[in-house]
């Protein structure tokens, strides 16, 4: 017989051989083709599988389960049946702040996701909304509830949170871990945010030295009309630090990011775990719970200090914010450990720049819109320990380098406000101003 040029295997490919080839190797060759098809059928399938039946369960394992973290997630169901049950306001408050931890940190991470698809002027928006969604919420459901002070009190010590505990546990790890070296950020950054804290201090400091000092034209209406005028220039100053950062001089911020960026490990760069409509979905579940799980949380501070025989203020201005700043001290411990402290600086002098200048004023225009007279008066003792902590970490940022022993400073000094708080009790009458007239007018009605 004379020799076969082809032979055709009837799958898109043909393979040339002689009457020499071995005929063994031609059923190999079938038997491997046909196994990869078989493999790329299965491939397919279960790619298809996943979006359509797998791909939820995902979502909510990477949520809910994943971080170690939500391991205190019963916490917050537990709180609730306790409230019905029981009624003892300590245990009540103490598990639903077990219980809110992990949403704060969890809010912070779907915010994350989500800023993959926007571009930066919305993920910065988006961080200035949900970055501080736990305390916004806690401090709307005390202004609906009156409690004025515990408003006052929980913001202003997420402020001194962020900047003396957060920076300085990042600082300290940082240092321990790159203890061989002196770690620098840029001074630019951190200089603009001293600026607006410090202009955040001047927008609360007038109001007290006006009440303290009666030198009111009308009493107590002038120092709530000043507090509302003072909220609305803060928030039109904060919405252009947001123009500045992220549109006129974005080159400026970007290029420490791309720095950043390059110095990372490939292995270690951030991946987009959830789709955008997913992100979304679970910044509203998780917004909601936190919304339900705050409101117990704010009817049981007032019986948890009776019970404990804590002051009011050593809860709203300590226990209160280590709360809400759950995400932002995990996250600027990592970049520190990273040897990335410009972000660390964002994260924690940044976070306190959004309170001061964009929390506290909306929460004043809240309460104006509510009736409920929420002004900057945050009396004496508060606006002293705001103004040294503000330039006691001016003077800590300056030179624009950190080490484990400033973190230590920072650290030190935090327990000593933390202290201070601990013995501290607003005097009975110690605000007999306008807003308690309008309080005490409206219940009358």
């Avoid at 200035?128 to 916004?136: L, S």
């Avoid at 949170?161 to 321990?176: K, R």
Wanted: charge should be negative; glycine fraction near 8%; hydrophobic fraction near 50%.
């Amino acid at each position: 017989m004379g020799s076969v040029e082809k032979v055709d295997l009837d799958f898109d490919e043909e393979v040339p051989f002689s009457s020499s080839t071995n005929p063994g190797k031609v059923h190999a060759f079938q038997s491997e083709t046909t196994n990869n098809m078989l493999s790329s059928v299965n491939l397919a399938s279960s790619s298809i599988f996943k979006q359509v039946g797998i791909k939820p369960i995902r979502s909510i394992y990477i949520v809910l389960i994943k971080a170690k973290i939500n391991m205190l997630l019963p916490f917050g169901p537990l709180a609730i049946l306790l409230h019905y049950l029981t009624g003892k306001h300590g245990w009540v408050f103490f598990f639903a702040l077990l219980g809110i931890t992990p949403l704060a940190e969890r809010l912070g991470y779907a915010t994350e996701q989500l800023a993959f698809f926007t571009g930066p002027t919305v993920g910065g928006l988006l961080n200035a909304t949900f970055g501080n969604a736990t305390e916004m919420i806690i401090s709307i459901y005390a202004l609906k509830n009156g409690m004025i002070r515990v408003v006052q009190q929980s913001l202003l010590g997420s402020i001194l949170s962020n900047m003396l505990l957060v920076l300085g546990c990042a600082f300290f790890t940082g240092g321990i871990v790159h203890y061989e070296k002196v770690q620098v950020f840029d001074k630019a950054p951190a200089v603009v945010n001293s600026g607006l804290l410090l202009m955040a201090v001047m927008g609360i400091l007038f109001p007290a030295v006006l009440h303290f000092t009666h030198s009111e034209v009308h009493f107590g209406k002038s120092e709530l009309a000043l507090s509302r005028f003072s909220s609305c220039i803060m928030l039109i100053a904060y919405a252009s630090y947001l123009f500045f950062q992220l549109r006129s001089h974005h080159n400026n911020y970007s290029s420490l990011e791309e720095e950043g960026d390059g110095n990372e490990n490939p292995d270690e760069e951030e991946e987009c775990e959830l789709t955008k409509w997913e992100a979304i979905g679970w910044l509203a579940i998780l917004t909601a719970w936190v919304s339900i799980l705050s409101g117990y949380l704010v009817d049981a501070i007032e019986g948890a200090s009776e019970s404990w025989n804590i002051p009011v203020a050593f809860i709203s201005v300590i226990l209160l914010p280590i709360v809400g700043n759950a995400a932002e001290h995990a996250s600027a411990i990592m970049f520190a450990m990273k040897d990335k402290l410009d972000i660390t600086l964002g994260v924690a002098i940044g976070s306190s720049t959004q309170i001061s200048m964009f929390v506290i004023p909306f929460c004043v225009v809240v309460g104006w819109c509510m009736g409920k007279p929420m002004d900057l008066n945050f009396q004496l003792f508060e606006t002293a320990t705001l103004f040294i902590t503000v330039l006691v970490v001016a003077f800590m940022s300056q030179d624009g380098t950190s080490n484990y022993f400033k973190g230590l400073m920072l650290i030190l000094c935090y327990l000593i406000v933390a202290a201070s708080f601990f013995v501290h009790m607003d005097p009975k009458n110690s605000k007999n101003t306008f807003a308690d007239i309008v309080l005490a007018e409206s219940a009358n009605r």
